[in-house]
């Protein structure tokens, strides 16, 4: 049913969606009009309004991959972002980081890719990967 809000006639959505913040993953009953939250019910703590206010204007989402290693005791090297990420643009960020190869030795907390497609995020290494030699 429509309704006004800063002087606009607008309709009242309910979106459920599942808190990720923290491991007890409760389920929101999210009412909004578009990204402007109205209500949240069903959270555990206030965090879940946060969560539930930003994915509806900019969702975000920790990125967990592995990227090519030449001369090194192991092919692939795990990493991961050091910050979440923006949801609409991981696809680009996967394609991206499969066109990354790094050579041996690489070090645990190196910074695989800086500024990741201009976010402002860096890929990060999350294991040392020695070389051949050792
Ligand atoms: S609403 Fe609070 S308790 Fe529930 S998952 Fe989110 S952060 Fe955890």
């Known amino acids: 049913m429509p309704f006004l809000f800063k002087g606009k ?15 007890k993953g409760c389920t929101l009953e999210v009412t909004h009009a578009g990204k402007t939250v109205l209500k949240v019910e069903g959270g555990g703590c206030k965090r879940g309004a946060d969560y539930a206010a930003a994915e509806l204007t900019d969702p975000r989402r920790m990125v967990a991959t ?9 092919p692939l090297l795990p990493v991961y972002t050091r910050k979440p990420f923006p949801k609409p643009r ?4 996967l394609e991206k980081l499969r066109q990354v190869e790094l050579h041996a030795p690489v070090s645990m907390g190196q910074v695989v890719l800086a500024d990741a497609l ?7 290494a999350s294991r040392d990967v020695g070389s051949d030699g050792g």
Request: overall charge neutral; some cysteine.
């Open 66 to 74: 592995t990227v090519r290693v030449s001369g090194g005791a192991h």
């Open 118 to 124: 201009g976010t402002g995020i860096d890929i990060i």
């Open 90 to 93: 991981i696809p680009s960020l």
């Open 9 to 23: 006639h607008v309709m009242e959505e309910k979106t459920k969606m599942l808190c990720i913040t923290c491991p």
